[in-house]
């Protein structure tokens, strides 16, 4: 069974920093894309982050030069680095890795609070 674990968020001050973690258990995706999506308070989902099993990065235009995606395929974690956190960043963050070439379908992990307020 495929299981994606999230840790790492919490609550920082505008300015600041945290750094994400997904660890997947139950299956090697060191072939499959994986990436973070987050969702506001009554906003859609929405990509901010992914990265290739050669590492080729994308990112949403709102983070671009503040956050960081990398994996570490040998440990099926995907990281995601947070700095320069702003409000607008307040948001339940998912891990994703799509599993479409080779299970099929993309798997979520259970998601994880990120609040940045002062």
């Known amino acids: 069974q495929v299981q994606l674990v999230e840790s790492g968020g919490g609550l920082v001050q505008p300015g600041g920093s945290l750094r994400l973690s997904c660890a997947a258990s139950?299956?090697?995706?060191?072939?499959?894309?994986m990436g973070w999506y987050r969702q506001a308070p009554g906003k859609q989902r929405e990509l901010v982050a992914s990265?290739?099993?050669?590492?080729?990065?994308n990112y949403a235009d709102s983070v671009k030069g503040r956050f960081t995606i990398s994996r570490d395929n040998a440990k099926n974690t995907v990281y995601l680095q947070m700095n320069s956190l702003k409000p607008e960043d307040t948001a339940v963050y998912y891990c994703?890795?799509?599993?479409?070439?080779?299970?099929?379908?993309?798997?979520w992990g259970q998601g994880t609070q990120v609040t940045v307020s002062s």
């Open positions: 139950g299956s090697r995706f060191s072939i499959n894309p």
């Open positions: 994703n890795v799509d599993g479409r070439a080779t299970m099929g379908r993309h798997y």
């Open positions: 990265i290739t099993s050669g590492g080729r990065t």
